[in-house]
C-alpha cells in the first residue's frame, strides 16, 4: 500500500514538473521594469491573456497619438501556423513553439508590409518572478526594433 501511494505522488510531481507555463490573466505594463524605446514604444499599456489546451488569446489594449484600441489574436500551441488579421486587414502568419521545458513561449510572425516585403517579429513569453514578461524583437526594410515588456498581475 505504501509503495502505491509513493508511487502515486512520484506520478504526479512528474506530471507538474512537466507541466507548460500557462499566461492567463489580467496584466498591466510596468514601464519602469519594461525596457522601452525612448522615442517610440509599440508595448500595449495593458493585456489580458486566456490560455486553454492548445489554444493562447491575447488581447492587447494600445495607445497611438491619444487613440487607444484594442487587437485580438489566437494562436495555437502545436506549432502549426495560424492566422490573425491585423492593422488594414493585413494577415499575419504566426507560429508558436515551447522551449524543452515548456517555461518559455515563442511566437514568430510576419507580417506583409506596404513596400510588398515582409516584417518579421519574434515575441518570447516568460514568467520572471511572478511578473509577465515579453522580449519583442521585430526587423524589417525599416529596420530593426527590440523592447522587452513586462506587466504585473492586476
Not at 517610440?40 to 484600441?69: T, Y
Not at 502549426?80 to 486587414?89: K, M, R, S
Request: proline share 1%; hydrophobic share 35%.
Amino acid at each position: 500500500m505504501k509503495k502505491s501511494i509513493v508511487m502515486l505522488c512520484l506520478f504526479f510531481i512528474g506530471m507538474l514538473a512537466n507541466a507548460q507555463t500557462n499566461f492567463s490573466g489580467t496584466w498591466a505594463l510596468s514601464k519602469s521594469k519594461s525596457k522601452l524605446n525612448a522615442e517610440f514604444s509599440m508595448a500595449p499599456f495593458k493585456m489580458v491573456i486566456h490560455q486553454e489546451g492548445k489554444v493562447l488569446k491575447a488581447e492587447r489594449h494600445s495607445s497611438f497619438q491619444g487613440n487607444e484600441f484594442t487587437s485580438n489574436s489566437q494562436y495555437t500551441l502545436d506549432g502549426n501556423e495560424c492566422i490573425n488579421v491585423g492593422w488594414q486587414d493585413m494577415n499575419i502568419k504566426s507560429t508558436c513553439a515551447w522551449d524543452n521545458d515548456k517555461k518559455v513561449l515563442t511566437i514568430q510572425s510576419k507580417i506583409p508590409t506596404q513596400d510588398g516585403s515582409e516584417m518579421k517579429v519574434t515575441e518570447v513569453y516568460s514568467i520572471v518572478n511572478g511578473d509577465f514578461s515579453i522580449h519583442s524583437r521585430a526587423s524589417s526594410s525599416w529596420g530593426d526594433f527590440e523592447e522587452t515588456w513586462v506587466y504585473e498581475k492586476q
